[in-house]
C-alpha cells in the first residue's frame, strides 16, 4: 500500500471520528425525517420542537434523564415467631457469647475495687462515709452488692444461655460425624495440596490392604471406597472446642453454687482456747441466699501453741518468715487429731477450709478491787497497728468491782503494748520490731457506766467513755503508766491495781471457709485450659490412597492429602506414609523409552503448593525450552511442534502438570 493511500484512509477514519452520533432509530412508521438519510439535527430528539414533531410518539419517550430506580420489594413481616427466631440465632452465636463474656469480665472489675457488703461490712462503711456524694450513685447502681445485682445476673444468665445454645447443635454434629466414614477419594488428587504417585507390581488389592493397615497403625479412622481408601484424622479439635465451651459452663455453674451456698466466717482464738463450728461461735458470718445452718460441718479445734518468726538482719529486718499454728482438731465427734496451719496451707475437715489469717499478742492483765479480790485475769487480744504489730485494746470488767466503799462500779482500762520498746526520754512510746525482745504496756483507767447495757453495739476493742471518768492523781493530772512484765499499777483512793503478768500469749485469727462449687471450678478451668489447646494445635486431616491397574496392567499409586486448617506438618506426613507404602508396594522396573519421546524422571514426589515439586516442574519446564531451541536451530519445522505441544488444553483436558507419567514419575 502506497504511502498516499494511507494517508486518504486516516483522514477517512479521522472524519468519522468527529461526525456527531446519531439518536436511537425511530420505532417502524416514524415520520421519513428521522431516517439516517434526514438533514443534520432530524432525529437527536434534543435540537427542538422539530426534531420532536418528526420523531413523533417515539420522540415523547425519549430522554436524557437518569433511568427510575422500580419500587423496592416488599418483604413479608417476620410476625412473633420469626423476631423469637431471630433473637435466639443472634443469642446463640460465637460474637454474642464473646461479647457477653466481656461484659461479664468489666461487670466484675467494680467488684474488685468497691468493697462489697457480703465481705466486708466496715470497709463498706468507712468507704461511705469518706464517699458521700459517689454513696448514692453506687447505691442506685447496685456497686456494693455486684454480684447480686440485676444488671450482672441478667449478663451472667445471658451468657449461661449463648454457650448452651452454641455447645448443643455443635455437639449434634460432632456425634453425627464421629458415626460417619471418611468421605471417599476425589475424581482428581492431583489438585490437592499435598500429593505423590508412582507405579508398582503389586496388585491394587495389595496396595490398599497395605494402606488400610498403614494409616490403622496411625490412628486413622479408615474405610475401603471403591478403588481408594479413605482416611481421617484429628478429631480431637472439635472436641477439644466442646469441651473448652462445656468447661465454661461448668465454671459458671460453680461460681453460682459457691454463690448461692456459701458460707464464710471468722474468729480469733488465743492461745490455749478453742472453736466449735456454731454459729454463735463466730466473730462474723456471712453466708448465701440458699445455705441453710444444718450445712454447717461438724467439727472443733484448739489452738496449741502460734510460732512467728522475723528476718532479724539486712534490709528485711522484720519481715515476717514463718507462721504457724498448731492444732488440735476433731471431726464429727472422732478422735483429736493433730495439724499444723500454714498461711495458704489451710486445714480441710468436715467440707470447710481453715486459713489462718492474722496473729497478733495478747498480754495477760490481772485486775483487782480495793480489796484486793481478783475480779478480771485473762489474756486480752490487741489489735495490731503497724508492721511492727504495735498493738492497742481494751479490758471492761463489767461485773463483780467494787470500790473502797463496797459500791458496785465498772473499769474500762485502755491498754497500747509494744513487743520491742523504743522511744525511751522521748516521749512517746512505739515498736522497732515485731518479736517480743522487750514488751511494754502502757494502762490507764476509767470507772464508771461502760454504756455495755444501752442495747448499741460496741466494738471489743474501743471504749465508750461517754459516762465514764478517768483517774487521776493527786496534781489532777491523767493517771497513766508504762508497765514492764510482772509489774502492776495501782489505783488511787484504794480503786483497786492492774497488773501485767509475765506470760504473754499470742493469738492467730482464723476464716473458717465452705464453698462447694471451688472442685468444680476448678475441674472446669483445667477441662477449659486441655480443650483451648486441642483445638488451636490439633489440625484435622484426611488422607486417600487410590490403587488402579493401568493400560499396560502395571499399577498406578496415588497418594493425597488434605487439611481443614493451613497444617505444615502434612505434607512431612503424607511423605512418611508414601515411604512405608512404598516398602510395600516398591516402583515398577522403568520400561524402555520410545525413540523420540524425552526420558521421564525415575522417582515419585510429593508435591505441595509452591513447594519442591513446582520448581520440579519449572526445571523440567526450562530444560523442554532449550530442547526446543537446541532442535528449532537445526530444523525450522521442530519449531511448530513444540509450541503446539505447549498450547494449553481445552476445557476438561487435563492439566500436564498434573498427568500421571507412564514411567511412574509424580508431575
Known amino acids: 500500500m ?87 440465632r443472634q443469642l446463640t452465636s460465637m460474637r454474642v457469647a464473646l461479647i457477653l463474656l466481656f461484659l461479664l469480665s468489666l461487670g466484675a472489675i467494680p467488684g474488685s475495687l468497691i468493697p462489697q457488703n457480703g465481705v466486708d461490712e ?27 445485682s440485676v444488671w450482672f445476673s441478667a449478663i451472667y444468665i445471658l451468657l449461661f444461655v449463648s454457650l448452651i445454645g452454641c455447645i448443643v447443635p455443635r455437639t449434634h454434629q460432632f456425634v453425627g460425624q464421629l458415626r460417619s466414614r471418611p468421605p471417599g477419594a476425589p475424581r482428581r488428587l492431583t489438585r490437592l495440596p499435598a500429593y505423590a504417585t508412582w507405579r508398582t507390581e503389586a496388585t491394587p488389592a495389595q496396595v490398599r490392604e497395605a494402606g488400610l493397615k498403614l494409616l490403622r497403625k496411625r490412628r486413622f479412622r479408615v474405610h475401603a471406597a471403591g478403588d481408594a481408601v479413605a482416611a481421617e484424622k484429628g478429631y480431637l479439635r472439635e472436641f477439644g472446642n466442646l469441651l473448652f465451651h462445656i468447661s465454661l459452663i461448668v465454671m459458671l455453674l460453680a461460681f453460682a453454687a459457691g454463690q448461692l451456698f456459701r458460707a464464710e466466717g471468722g474468729k480469733l482464738v488465743v492461745e490455749g482456747d478453742g472453736f466449735a463450728n456454731t454459729l454463735s461461735q463466730y466473730d462474723d458470718f456471712r453466708s448465701g441466699s440458699l445455705f441453710a445452718l444444718d450445712d454447717l460441718g461438724h467439727f472443733s479445734f484448739e489452738l496449741r501453741r502460734f510460732t512467728g518468726t522475723y528476718e532479724a538482719t539486712g534490709p528485711q529486718r522484720g519481715t515476717p518468715r514463718t507462721f504457724e499454728a498448731e492444732v488440735t482438731y476433731a471431726e464429727n465427734g472422732g478422735p483429736d487429731k493433730e495439724a499444723v496451719i500454714r498461711v495458704n496451707e489451710p486445714l480441710r475437715v468436715a467440707g470447710a477450709r481453715v486459713y489462718l489469717i492474722e496473729h497478733g499478742y495478747a498480754p495477760v492483765v490481772t485486775v483487782r478491787d480495793g480489796k484486793g479480790k481478783i ?92 459516762k465514764m471518768k478517768q483517774f487521776k492523781d493527786e496534781r489532777g493530772e491523767i493517771l497513766k503508766k508504762q508497765l514492764k512484765p510482772g509489774e ?18 499470742e493469738w492467730a485469727s482464723f476464716q473458717i471457709s465452705q464453698q462447694p462449687g471451688n472442685g468444680w471450678a476448678l475441674a472446669g478451668a483445667v477441662a477449659a485450659i486441655l480443650g483451648l489447646t486441642a483445638s488451636l494445635f490439633i489440625q484435622r486431616r484426611r488422607v486417600w490412597v487410590r490403587a488402579v491397574e493401568g493400560p499396560d496392567g502395571v499399577t498406578v499409586v496415588e497418594t493425597a492429602g488434605l487439611g481443614r486448617g493451613e497444617s505444615a506438618k502434612l505434607p512431612e506426613e503424607l511423605a512418611e506414609l508414601v515411604a ?59 519449531e511448530k511442534r513444540d509450541a503446539a505441544a505447549r498450547t494449553p488444553a481445552g476445557d476438561g483436558a487435563e492439566p500436564a502438570d498434573q498427568a500421571v507419567p507412564s514411567e511412574g514419575a509424580s508431575q
Open 2 to 88: 502506497s504511502n498516499t493511500e494511507q494517508t486518504g484512509r486516516r483522514a477517512e477514519r479521522a472524519e468519522r471520528a468527529d461526525r456527531p452520533k446519531q439518536a436511537d432509530r425511530p420505532e417502524s412508521g416514524a415520520e421519513p425525517g428521522a431516517g439516517p438519510g434526514a438533514e443534520p439535527g432530524a432525529g437527536t430528539g434534543s435540537t427542538g420542537a422539530a426534531g420532536e414533531s418528526s420523531l413523533g410518539a417515539a420522540g415523547e419517550r425519549l430522554s436524557t434523564g437518569p433511568a427510575q430506580d422500580p419500587e423496592p420489594a416488599t418483604l413479608p413481616a417476620l410476625g412473633l415467631v420469626g423476631w423469637i427466631r431471630w433473637f435466639w
Open 375 to 466: 475480779v478480771s485475769q485473762e489474756a486480752v487480744p490487741l489489735l495490731p497497728l503497724d508492721a511492727n504489730v504495735t498493738s492497742q485494746g481494751v479490758v471492761k470488767v463489767k461485773d463483780g468491782y467494787r470500790d473502797k466503799n463496797g459500791k458496785r462500779d465498772q473499769l474500762g482500762i485502755p491498754l497500747f503494748f509494744v513487743p520491742t520498746f523504743a522511744g525511751e526520754g522521748q516521749g512517746e512510746m512505739f515498736s522497732v520490731f515485731p518479736a517480743l525482745v522487750d514488751p511494754r504496756l502502757s494502762v490507764s483507767a476509767y470507772h464508771g457506766d461502760l454504756r455495755a447495757d444501752s442495747g448499741v453495739p460496741q466494738n471489743v476493742y474501743q471504749l465508750d467513755t461517754s
Open 580 to 638: 512405608a507404602l512404598h516398602s510395600v508396594a516398591p516402583t515398577a522396573p522403568t520400561a524402555p523409552a520410545a525413540p523420540d519421546a524425552p526420558d521421564a524422571p525415575a522417582e515419585s514426589a510429593v508435591r505441595e503448593d509452591d513447594g519442591p515439586a513446582d520448581g520440579a516442574a519449572e526445571a523440567r519446564a526450562d530444560d523442554g525450552d532449550r530442547a526446543a531451541e537446541a532442535r528449532a536451530a537445526d530444523d525450522p519445522a521442530a
Open 488 to 505: 502492776t499499777f495501782t489505783l488511787p483512793d484504794g480503786a483497786g491495781s492492774i497488773t501485767f503478768e509475765k506470760e504473754i500469749k
Open 122 to 148: 466496715t470497709k463498706v462503711s468507712a468507704f461511705k462515709e469518706a464517699h458521700e456524694t459517689l454513696t448514692p450513685i453506687y447505691e442506685k447502681l447496685q456497686l456494693f452488692d455486684v454480684y447480686s
